[in-house]
């Protein structure tokens, strides 16, 4: 989440202090062109207040990517506010890149040029046993790296988690619920147990980091980056339970990239940094270049991109150690396998909901007869939380193309 500033970071920088019940839309740019051959793309978004549940997107604006030479690239808008180029391209070195914004009122914005800052690679991508600042057991992931070039000193890095997820109370065979009417008197359904039609024991879930980690290595007589600690999950976390990959991409910044980011890490919260207005804003190294009150938020970035994945499994790592525990609790209980109308006056009760209005909720998933007469107030069967017997509640049963066992 987006937070505003109060004071200038360098000197390129300007701020503007604005009351929060007057701020006006302000123009959000997310722009971080790479050396990879791809369709390169921009984000364009609209500031907000903390009342407002989603983020504005602007979709009617022209953009377009000029270089020294006289090369021009466009992009046209293919939803959520996302532009993505016309024809892919890559970044390349020794040659400099402006951004160009016209929004459909008519202001014009313009980034300074920008040059590829450096070129750096990645060496190592490694997980190592280790206990944090305070004290947790856990794992981390390391990175080590190689400067290519010597203006390669600043670096940023995103990472993207994926994890295998087993639905510990998995079985075979699921409810069916059809013909539901809980209008008459007594309730009209058909329930059975049916063999399951797809792969609900296996998932896999990927979660994008939400921080912005960087790294200057200019105080270092070595420039080399040398375990340098990309992420640490404790030895109890869900996500390590079974098989766990990470892919850290490498970004080389300029000075004043650096420092913008490193600004917005100051102040942001743990989701994206570019969310929300409050009194004061931060500008980077795009302006207006035909009206005076026109502030905007964003970098303009060009920089060269590395990147690497590594895969574990929790005993790999911990040997001697149990599973961290499942999400939430499994354990099986059972209920009335219908209720009254919810038509007619109903008496008071102190059962839980019957297995029917559960399965129709979609909040349960079929164990067993309940030949054990599991729950306060046993019914037909036996069920745990849909979570702990259908993976997909969790994630997505469909392997990554990248996985690997």
């Not at 506010?81 to 160009?100: H, K, N, W």
């Not at 992931?141 to 997820?165: C, I, S």
């Not at 080399?224 to 910044?253: C, E, N, W």
Request: hydrophobic letters at 35%; a negative charge; proline letters at 8%.
């Amino acid at each position: 989440m987006l937070s505003i500033f109060q004071s200038l970071f360098i000197s390129c920088v300007e701020s503007v202090d604005l009351e929060e019940q007057d701020t006006p839309s302000l123009l959000v740019i997310e722009a971080s062109l790479t050396d990879e051959m791809k369709t390169q793309q921009v984000r364009l978004t609209r500031s907000f207040g903390f009342e407002t549940d989603s983020v504005p997107v602007e979709t009617r604006a022209e953009v377009s990517i000029l270089t020294d030479v006289g090369e021009a690239y466009t992009f046209s808008h293919t939803g959520d506010g996302v532009y993505s180029s016309t024809q892919q391209f890559a970044i390349v070195p020794d040659r400099t890149y402006e951004l160009m914004i016209t929004t459909p009122e008519g202001t014009m914005y313009r980034s300074t040029p920008e040059k590829l800052p450096g070129i750096a690679s990645i060496d190592n991508l490694y997980a190592e046993r280790d206990r944090n600042s305070i004290g947790t057991d856990g794992v981390f992931v390391y990175l080590d790296g190689t400067p290519q070039t010597n203006d390669a000193q600043y670096y940023r890095y995103e990472y993207e988690e994926t994890y295998k997820v087993i639905a510990p109370e998995w079985t075979p065979r699921d409810f069916l619920l059809t013909d539901y009417d809980p209008c008459p008197v007594p309730i009209q359904y058909n329930l059975e147990i049916v063999p399951r039609t797809e792969e609900q024991q296996t998932c896999y879930k990927t979660v994008p980091s939400t921080r912005v980690l960087q790294n200057d290595v200019t105080t270092l007589a070595d420039p080399a980056i040398l375990k340098y600690p990309v992420r640490f999950l404790g030895a109890t976390d869900f996500m390590i339970r079974h098989r766990y990959s990470i892919l850290v991409r490498q970004f080389v910044q300029s000075a004043e990239a650096f420092s913008y980011f490193q600004s917005l890490n100051d102040f942001s919260a743990t989701e994206s940094v570019f969310n929300s207005v409050q009194p004061g804003f931060l500008t980077g190294n795009i302006q207006a270049v035909n009206r005076d009150e026109a502030p905007v938020i964003g970098f303009f970035e060009v920089t060269s991109v590395q990147e690497a994945r590594l895969f574990f499994n929790f005993e790999d790592i911990f040997p001697e150690l149990e599973q961290p525990p499942y999400i939430t609790n499994c354990v099986p209980t059972s209920s009335p396998e219908a209720h009254p109308s919810f038509c007619a006056p109903m008496p008071p009760s102190t059962c839980p909901q019957s297995i029917v209005e559960l399965v129709n909720l979609g909040l349960i998933a079929y164990i067993s007869p309940n030949d054990e007469g599991l729950g306060t107030c046993p019914g037909t069967y036996a069920y745990v939380k849909r979570e702990c017997g259908d993976c997909t509640v969790l994630g997505s049963n469909i392997v990554p193309e990248f996985w690997i066992e």
